[in-house]
């Protein structure tokens, strides 16, 4: 687990390329303005990011989306 700084879309994206994060205390504009990132599939196992996702603890997404938030593949 992580304790991190608020940061907006744009600096998940770059902090943690091409990754898996665990989003929690985001903040509404659109599905979010800012949040915090608290997981990455670099420090945590997929599949515990997503029971947390299914909990509700967590929002999950690949930071290889677009502006639109779908999946660049």
Same mark, same amino acid.
């Given at each position: 687990?992580?304790?991190?700084?608020?940061?907006?879309?744009? #600096?998940?994206? #770059?902090?943690? /390329?091409?990754?898996?994060?665990?989003?929690?205390?985001? =903040? /509404?504009?659109?599905?979010?303005?800012?949040?915090?990132?608290?997981? *990455?599939?670099?420090? *945590? /196992?997929?599949?515990?990011?997503?029971?947390?996702?299914?909990?509700?603890?967590?929002?999950?997404?690949?930071?290889?989306?677009? #502006?639109?938030?779908?999946?660049? =593949?």
């Amino acid at each position: 687990m992580m304790e991190g700084k608020r940061m907006t879309w744009q #600096e998940i994206k #770059e902090a943690y /390329p091409n990754q898996v994060v665990g989003l929690v205390d985001c =903040l /509404p504009e659109d599905a979010w303005k800012t949040a915090i990132v608290k997981y *990455t599939d670099a420090n *945590t /196992p997929y599949n515990i990011m997503e029971e947390k996702a299914f909990d509700g603890e967590i929002f999950m997404i690949s930071t290889a989306v677009d #502006e639109d938030k779908r999946l660049i =593949l």
